[in-house]
């Protein structure tokens, strides 16, 4: 593949004087807004400035990251009426996290989809899922061109049909990443590749970039009833979007950080899915990879998934 | 006589060489992942300690002392209501007939589960009903059900284990929780059955 030639990008101006440049020029355009209203600020206004002004995740310092998540949990609990918790658990060391489906126990029932959507607060009108069931022919195998997502059977599985979830693979060499101009997306220590929703400018390169079509677009802005809404939430993972902004599976990072399985795996009927520490020997997803029949989706592309598809019987 | 001395020497020092770099301790890597480990700065050190050490965080203590329950901890047995404990109802001391029959009791147990070669008392222990017997008559608890599954179903067993069959739910680093094979497979029809599936996503054309 032809190499795109990389642009000589200004590097990101220091902080050295108090303001970056960014900072100082938004500054300057609220003060000529507060200026034009004179109303002065407001407690709302502070909070929209804090939010337009804000650094990438990544440069947040630990007290900084603090504001930030307590002014988050206090928007959301006013938001949805409840106490909603915002966190940002680091990655544990010695981690790297690997996903296996069983295809030949898949029965296409949706029971994951739905489960996802409830535990990482997707929007419910308009529609968004995570996870994608798609319904493909026994006799044909795995051929995405016939791949059906919209079967509505009496009852699953139907005959002559098997099923194969898909959903964000968590590539080591993940081509979202590499076009993301802002990197508002990227890969963390412990295999997660993450989304900062409030660094993305939703120019949706990435999802033109992902093999998987894994990734979602909140075209329009999400709504959540707030009984539904699960209060525990974190940063990269699970807290409730906006308009604009991309979003997709993260492996129950609000689970799996804390030694949790995805909600994935817990609510499968038929235990098709299995989830583990791929640096831990003795892990179950390790005991699949070497002594099942597994493939990852796409190998030809180089992504290097780590979620693994394989035949248990 | 002096250059064959020198000769030696560097020999002798070659083999040495090459001896003491065979014999390193090769650092354990993972083959796919091992060298991949992605990490930022922040976090290098603390993930080449953990590393160095070797012992992952959820490798689980092997003791051969521990039993078949403390090794495999399992949800209770899915026992229909009222029905258990069974010496309720059947006594140690009755009068079994012990050659297969049709019994008249119990009517809403099928049994679908090579009912052509098996029977109740195949399973469930005549004398004792609160325990099922292997097939060498070795008395077990029904919290230890998939030892008596395994004596046919042995790969199925193994896997089980291992992790690989069946749902573990609870913590995937640290405490796992089994569920019996019955939990999941009706021991007298083990076959799953069609059940209905969640609603289909919406069409992109219809999202508005």
């Known amino acids: 593949m032809r190499q795109l030639p990389t642009l000589p990008l200004p590097a990101p101006a220091p902080p050295a004087e108090g303001y970056s440049r960014r900072e100082a020029l938004v500054m300057g355009l609220f003060a000529l807004a507060a200026a034009a209203t004179a109303t002065g600020c407001s407690a709302a206004d502070k909070l929209a400035y804090e939010e337009f002004v804000q650094k990438h995740f990544k440069d947040l310092s630990p007290e900084e990251l603090k504001d930030r998540l307590a002014s988050m949990e206090k928007r959301y609990t006013e938001q949805y009426g409840k106490d909603v918790h915002v966190s940002a658990t680091p990655p544990q060391a010695g981690v790297l996290f690997g996903y296996a489906l069983d295809l030949s126990r898949c029965i296409g029932c949706r029971r994951c989809v739905y489960g996802c959507v409830e535990e990482n607060n997707q929007s419910r009108d308009p529609q968004t899922h995570w996870i994608t069931v798609l319904e493909m022919d026994k006799e044909e195998g795995v051929n995405l061109q016939n791949a059906n997502a919209f079967y509505d059977h009496e009852t699953v599985p139907a005959p002559g049909k098997f099923y194969m979830p898909v959903a964000c693979q968590h590539c080591e060499n993940p081509p979202c990443v590499k076009v993301c101009p802002v990197q508002a997306t990227w890969k963390e220590p412990d295999g997660i590749v993450v989304i900062d929703y409030d660094w993305c400018i939703g120019c949706r390169n990435c999802i033109a970039a992902c093999p998987y079509g894994a990734r979602r677009f909140n075209w329009g802005t999400p709504s959540i009833p707030k009984d539904e809404l699960n209060p525990n939430t974190e940063y990269l993972g699970n807290r409730p979007r906006q308009r604009g902004v991309v979003e997709k599976c993260s492996f129950c990072l609000q689970r799996v950080r804390k030694g949790l399985y995805p909600k994935c795996v817990e609510v499968c009927p038929v235990g098709a899915r299995k989830f583990g520490n791929l640096l831990d020997p003795d892990s179950e997803i390790r005991y699949i990879i070497e002594n099942k029949r597994v493939f990852i989706l796409k190998e030809e592309l180089n992504t290097q998934p780590k979620f693994f598809y394989y035949y248990g019987l | ?208």
């Not at chain 2, 051969?64 to 140690?92: E, I, M």
């Not at chain 2, 005549?126 to 179903?153: M, P, V, W």
């Open chain 2, 1 to 208: 006589m002096r250059m064959r001395s020198d000769w030696w020497a560097l020999a002798c020092g070659t083999v040495t060489l090459l001896l003491a770099v065979a014999c390193r301790p090769v650092e354990e890597k993972h083959p796919r992942f091992g060298s991949v480990m992605p990490s930022t700065a922040t976090q290098d050190t603390a993930e080449a300690a953990t590393r160095a050490a070797a012992k992952p965080v959820s490798a689980p203590a092997k003791s051969p002392r521990k039993t078949g329950a403390q090794l495999y901890p399992v949800a209770p047995p899915p026992f229909s209501d009222g029905v258990f404990p069974c010496s309720d109802c059947h006594g140690k001391t009755d009068v079994v007939n012990r050659t297969p029959h049709k019994v008249e009791f119990h009517e809403d147990i099928v049994l679908h589960h090579d009912e052509q070669n098996r029977w109740c008392l195949d399973c469930h222990d005549a004398q004792n009903r609160d325990k099922l017997h292997l097939a060498d008559g070795r008395l077990i608890d029904f919290t230890e059900s998939y030892r008596l599954c395994g004596q046919c179903h042995g790969p199925t067993l193994r896997n089980w284990k291992a992790g690989e069959h069946g749902k573990r739910t609870g913590s995937w680093s640290g405490d796992k929780q089994y569920l019996l094979c019955a939990s999941c497979h009706s021991p007298h029809s083990p076959h799953f059955k069609p059940i209905k599936p969640k609603p289909a996503p919406r069409r992109q054309e219809a999202i508005r």
